[in-house]
């Protein structure tokens, strides 16, 4: 079992609606997630970062945590095409007093004008 | 702020030879992680360094090595390559140690034969 999972996708919406993308994961022991999002051809750039229960905002971007699921998702508000990319789940774990980040295998998401 | 650079961007080697890439952070970061990205595993962590002094390691045999300067500058190293080295090789750098608030840098595409 992957330590962090995620849909593969496409997750196909069209402009303008909620983007929903989600993501589970194994250890209960982590402690912090992040967001990433990843242009074709181009490395990940962060997008939000979460670490308690419940929701987190920042524009048109929420992420949300359920520790008690080991859920974590990030919702994208009025999709624009811009926003297509595919989107990276991390979590970090702390091990011998650093923390170690593990990636799930993103979804790719499309919005369609 | 100038971001994390890395070099060479693109390389070509056999298999048996050894390949060195680079990667300076972002000015003031001391923390370099180093990531492997091949599309059917994603984003996998190599290891960490900080303040010159690796403090995590992923999963991932022996031929790969890393170091980091004084100024922060980190060197990765893969001896005796195989046809399964062929990724993306992503660093990334932050602030602190434990790879929170990561920037990434824009990748060295190496291609083995």
């Known amino acids: 079992q992957k330590e962090v999972e995620q849909n593969s996708g496409p997750l196909s919406v069209p402009e303008g609606a909620i983007a929903s993308l989600n993501c589970t994961y194994s250890d209960r022991g982590s402690q912090s997630f992040f967001w990433y999002r990843q242009y074709s051809g181009k490395s990940p750039e962060l997008i939000m970062s979460?670490?308690?229960?419940g929701d987190k905002e920042d524009g048109r971007f929420t992420a949300q945590l359920n520790k008690a699921s080991q859920y974590v998702s990030l919702l994208i508000r009025d999709s624009q095409p811009s926003d297509s990319a595919t989107y990276l789940c991390?979590?970090?774990?702390?091990?011998?007093?650093?923390?170690?980040?593990?990636f799930g295998t993103g979804t790719k998401l499309q919005v369609i004008p | 702020k100038a971001g994390v650079t890395q070099t060479p961007r693109y390389l070509i080697k056999t298999r048996g030879q050894q390949v060195t890439l680079s990667c300076s952070p972002i000015s003031g970061h001391r923390s370099v992680s180093w990531y492997q990205q091949t599309p059917g595993q994603g984003l996998q962590f190599l290891f960490e360094y900080f303040s010159e002094t690796q403090r995590n390691k992923g999963n991932f045999p022996g031929r790969f090595s890393g170091r980091q300067f004084s100024n922060s500058r980190s060197e990765m190293n893969v001896s005796t390559l195989e046809l399964g080295d062929s990724a993306l090789y992503l660093c990334?750098?932050?602030?602190?140690?434990?790879?929170?608030?990561?920037?990434f840098g824009p990748g060295t595409r190496l291609l083995v034969l």
């Open positions: 991390a979590g970090g774990l702390r091990s011998g007093g650093y923390q170690k980040v593990t």
């Open positions: 990334a750098s932050s602030f602190v140690a434990g790879q929170e608030t990561q920037y």
């Open positions: 979460i670490y308690s229960n």
